[in-house]
C-alpha cells in the first residue's frame, strides 16, 4: 500500500478545521477553474462537525454557494427525513444554512422501490449535471470526502461485495449481507476519477483497521478503502490521534501538525 498523503491531528475539531480549509480551497480553485465545484459528501457521524463548520463564518462565506454542485458518495435505502440519512445528515448541519440551489443537491433516492432503477437514475442525474454522457467514462468530480468502517469499508463499497468490481457503473445499488440491506453507493470508477478525495477519520475504534489499510497488504476485497487510488487526483488521510495510534509512522510522518 503506497504511503500516501496522512495528516494527524490531536483532536478531530482541527481535524474538521483543516478539513473545512481543504474544502474551501478545492471549491475556490475549481470554481477558479470551470466555474463549478462538484463535491461528494460522505456520510456516516464524522463528517457532521465538518459541515457544521462550513456552514458559518468564516468558511461559508469564502464559497460561492452559487457554483456548487453537491453529490453524495451513497446513501441507506431510507427517505431523506429517515435519522439514519445521509442527505438528512448533510441537510440538517449544512445545506439547509447555506444559499445553494436547491436544484443543485442531487440527493440519491434511497427510498426507491426499484434501488437499481434508481442508481442508474442517479448516474444520468450526475451526467445531465455536468453535461456529459451517462454512458462514458466516470467523470472527474472535484472533491470526494469519504470515510471508512472498522471493517474497512468506504461509501457503501462494503468487504466483498459485488460492487467492488463494478468496472463501468458509477453509481450501484450495492448487496450488504452484513447489513442485510441495499445501498446506493458510488463505484471504484468514479470514486478513483477525483481530482481530490479525503478521508476522514476520527476515533480509538478505527486505529486497528487504518493500520491494516495504511500499512498491510493490500487486500482490497478484505478491505474496500484501500482500493480507492485516484488515478490522477490527490488522496489524503486526515486522521486524529486516536486513529492514528497503531500506525507505526504515526510519530514520523507528520504532513500538518494538528
Ligand atoms: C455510511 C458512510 C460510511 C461511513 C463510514 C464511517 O453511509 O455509513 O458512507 O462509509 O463513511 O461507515 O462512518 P462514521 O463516520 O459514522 O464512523
Not at 474551501?24 to 463548520?53: D, H, M, N
Not at 440551489?101 to 440527493?107: C, E
Not at 427510498?111 to 442525474?125: F, L, M, N, P
Request: aromatic letters at 6%; a negative charge.
Amino acid at each position: 500500500m503506497p504511503l500516501s498523503d496522512v495528516r494527524i491531528f490531536d483532536h478531530a475539531e482541527q481535524l474538521a478545521r483543516a478539513a473545512a480549509e481543504g474544502f474551501v480551497e478545492s471549491a475556490q480553485k475549481a470554481i477558479a477553474r470551470s466555474g463549478r465545484f462538484v463535491v461528494a459528501l460522505a456520510g456516516g457521524s464524522t463528517p457532521k462537525r465538518l459541515y457544521r463548520l462550513l456552514a458559518d463564518k468564516p468558511y461559508s462565506q469564502q464559497i460561492d454557494w452559487s457554483r456548487v454542485l453537491v453529490l453524495w458518495s451513497d446513501e441507506r435505502t431510507v427517505g431523506p427525513e429517515h435519522p439514519e440519512s445521509n442527505y438528512k445528515m448533510a441537510w440538517d448541519a449544512l445545506l439547509c444554512r447555506v444559499p445553494i440551489d436547491p436544484t443543485r443537491v442531487l440527493r440519491m433516492p434511497g427510498e426507491a422501490k426499484d434501488i437499481d432503477q434508481a442508481a442508474a437514475d442517479y448516474q444520468q442525474r450526475i451526467a445531465a449535471a455536468l453535461d456529459v454522457s451517462d454512458h462514458g467514462a466516470a467523470p472527474c468530480l472535484d472533491l470526494i470526502l469519504l470515510g471508512i468502517g472498522e471493517d474497512g469499508h468506504t461509501a457503501s463499497l462494503f468487504p466483498y461485495t459485488a460492487a467492488l468490481d463494478e468496472q463501468h457503473r458509477w453509481v450501484v445499488a450495492n448487496h450488504v449481507p452484513q447489513k442485510n440491506m441495499k445501498r446506493l453507493t458510488m463505484t471504484l470508477p468514479i470514486l478513483n476519477r477525483a481530482k481530490r478525495i479525503f478521508f476522514l477519520v476520527t476515533g480509538a475504534n478505527k486505529a486497528g483497521v487504518l493500520r491494516e489499510i495504511l500499512e498491510g497488504p493490500c487486500e482490497a476485497a478484505r478491505f474496500p478503502a484501500q482500493a480507492v487510488q485516484p488515478t490522477d487526483g490527490q488522496l489524503v488521510w486526515m486522521v486524529d490521534r486516536d486513529a492514528a495510534a497503531a500506525w507505526e509512522h504515526a510519530g514520523k510522518d507528520q504532513a500538518s501538525q494538528s
